[in-house]
């Protein structure tokens, strides 16, 4: 069901379609014709959430893109919610009893299982961690809960971009466990402790007749502060600019856009995932009312002041 998610060019064109169209609207040119501006003011209504057409007053879908239109309160706390959200960011439950969280299909009363993707419509449990999911990945520990999930991660694990972001997330990894020097005196130090291991080494060699001994180079990893913190800043820009153009655009179904993130989760390293909704910073695409309009992963740095809105 999610098979041509990656492979299909279209999805991406038209989120870019979709970007224009918003910021066509959003600003019109200030030189604009009176007549235009006019015509402007006028057109009073709802504006669709989705996709930014104005719709008439009173209208229950978007003539447009057909996503929902007005608010609703959620059915477990009474929150106020956008029509066409299918996850309550107040008290973080799945919102649509007539939809499946796992696929997006339709569920009719009496399913206890979704009839598309068999998923049980409670939840699933995980089972490395044992949290209650209401979606395909684990929002705890990411693990993929569905079949569907898993061929996902499956396909996306080959795509040359991730297998590139992997890589570099691996070589962050190493050089969080690198001391750096944390003096110019400190690594003069170290360079005097080398070329003394290197003169005892030779003199304990020259006593056993070897004249010229081979001495295997010390291992150390050790760097100055300033080429560590460079080496560091680039690997996170290198991230950066893959989840930059990994980044999912928008979906007519939710599910699509929180599986697909969460397939392409980097391993690793710290993340939140930021909606185009809000443009909020989430834990994962899972705490998000509205993922559908899209979003991307963001790399965060071991000491960034970023605040994520849900802590899972
Ligand atoms: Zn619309
Ligand atoms: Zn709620
Ligand atoms: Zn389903
Ligand atoms: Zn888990
Ligand atoms: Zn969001």
């Keep these: 069901m999610n098979d041509d998610i990656t492979k299909n060019p279209e999805i991406t064109n038209r989120g870019v379609n979709l970007q224009m ?71 973080r ?10 696929c997006g299909a339709h569920l009719n009363d009496n399913d206890a299982f979704c009839p598309e993707c068999g998923s049980p419509r409670g939840g699933i449990v995980c089972p490395v961690c044992h949290t209650l999911n209401e979606f395909s990945f684990c929002k705890q520990c990411g693990t993929a809960l569905t079949e569907d999930a898993r061929q996902l991660v499956a396909q996306v694990s080959t795509m040359p971009e991730y297998l590139e972001m992997q890589k570099l997330a691996s070589e962050l990894q190493q050089l969080d466990l690198i001391l750096p020097y944390s003096s110019e005196r400190e690594q003069v130090q ?56 990994m980044a999912q655009a928008p979906q007519p179904k939710p599910a699509m856009v929180r599986n697909y993130a969460m397939a392409c989760r980097p391993q690793g390293v710290r993340l939140a995932w930021e909606c185009n909704f809000k443009h909020a910073l989430h834990s994962s695409p899972c705490g998000c009312a509205k993922p559908q309009m899209g979003g991307k992963w963001i790399i965060l740095g071991k000491d960034t002041k970023k605040e994520i809105k849900d802590d899972k």
Excluded at 93 to 102: H, I, N, T
């Design 190 to 245: 170290e360079q005097l402790n080398t070329r003394l291991r290197e003169r005892v080494l030779t003199l304990l060699a020259n006593d056993r007749g070897i004249a010229t001994p081979d001495i295997p180079k010390s291992n150390s990893k050790r760097m100055s502060k300033e080429e560590y913190e460079a080496k560091k800043n680039d690997r996170m820009q290198e991230i950066a600019s893959i989840l930059e153009r």
């Design 93 to 102: 439950r799945y919102v649509k009893k007539d939809v499946c969280s796992f």
């Design 21 to 91: 169209q918003q910021e066509l609207y959003q600003s019109p040119s200030e030189d604009a014709p009176m007549q235009q501006q006019a015509q402007m003011q006028a057109a009073v209504g709802v504006r669709c959430p989705s996709c930014g057409t104005m719709n008439d007053e009173g209208a229950m879908f978007c003539a447009s893109c057909g996503a929902p239109l007005g608010k609703t309160t959620c059915p477990n706390c009474g929150a106020e919610l956008d029509a066409d959200a299918d996850f309550c960011e107040t008290c």
